[in-house]
């Protein structure tokens, strides 16, 4: 069940000098919702889960997380309100065993050492969750394939997050059941632990498929939303075509 609104993103404008990477965007993710964002390449779609999870800060505009605004100083400022992310440009650090990627930021300590086989055990249940072949938790991410990579960013996430699960393309280097996995997760932490996920992908057939809702964005804007009831995956693909050969015309690329 889709319940209260969790965020509410308010006409957030973001550049990167010159270029205008964010135009006003405004959004709202509720509990237990899936909300799907969709557009193509440079569309805005990573900055604008850069700024939910605290790795920037809007030029203009706000966050309104559980009804009050919020403004996020650094990435644990996110993390304190159960905001959890699984980056684009995947952040596991090469050098540290799979088991410290995964407790990277949340170390579990006593008097200040290091709990190291509590952690081993728990990022063998968090990577259990997602069912893809992995090697031990004490080998270093350097030794991991990209899907693999990409399982511990998600397994990560999937462990910590309390609220809000952010998840930038996490499908992107994985196998097709590997895939199916992952939007089977999104669901399930929406459906059955009452997160609200943001879902990246350019894929039509995957926003359709893990998501309630969908937005879609383009050169920094929301061009539409829509409810999954009242779309289907020919339609979306219809009018997103349309747009992107129109604009393509336009800049004569
Ligand atoms: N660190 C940066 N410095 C300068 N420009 C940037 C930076 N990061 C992104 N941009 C620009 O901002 C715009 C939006 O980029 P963004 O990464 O948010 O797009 P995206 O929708 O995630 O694209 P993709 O589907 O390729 O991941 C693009 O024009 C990009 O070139
Ligand atoms: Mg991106």
């Known amino acids: 069940m889709v319940g209260e609104e969790l965020l509410r993103v308010e006409d957030v404008w973001k550049s990167y000098g ?9 959004m709202v993710v509720r509990r237990g919702e899936v909300v799907a964002l969709l557009g193509d390449n440079g569309a805005g779609k990573s900055t604008l889960i850069k ?10 505009g706000q966050l309104i997380f559980e009804g009050k605004p919020v403004r996020f100083n650094s990435p644990l400022d996110a993390k304190r309100l159960g905001i ?33 086989k509590i952690m081993m055990e728990e990022s063998k249940k968090a990577l259990s969750v997602l069912k893809i072949p992995m090697p031990e938790v004490t080998v270093k991410a350097e030794a991991l394939s990209g899907g693999q990579r990409q399982a511990t960013a998600v397994a990560r996430a ?19 059941v590997e895939s199916k996995r992952v939007l089977a997760i999104a669901k399930q932490y929406a459906k059955e632990h009452n997160v609200g996920v943001i879902f990246v992908t350019p894929n039509i057939f995957q926003a ?14 929301i ?12 339609e979306l ?10 604009l393509r015309r336009r800049d004569k690329l």
């Open 223 to 234: 061009i539409f939303e829509k409810r999954k009831e009242e779309t289907t995956v020919e």
């Open 18 to 26: 010159p270029v205008v990477a964010l135009r006003g965007v405004n």
């Open 84 to 116: 959890e992310v699984v980056h684009q440009d995947l952040a596991v650090i090469l050098d540290l065993p799979v088991y410290r990627n995964i407790f990277l930021t949340h170390e579990i300590t006593k008097h200040g050492v290091l709990q190291d």
């Open 237 to 246: 693909t219809d009018t997103i075509t349309k747009r992107i050969l129109s």
């Open 51 to 60: 700024i939910i999870s605290g790795y920037l800060k809007p030029d203009r």
């Open 158 to 176: 999937t462990y910590f997050v309390k609220k809000l699960l952010l998840m930038d393309e996490p499908t992107a280097g994985l196998g097709v």
């Open 208 to 221: 359709y498929d893990v998501a309630d809702r969908i937005y879609y964005m383009e050169q920094g804007k």
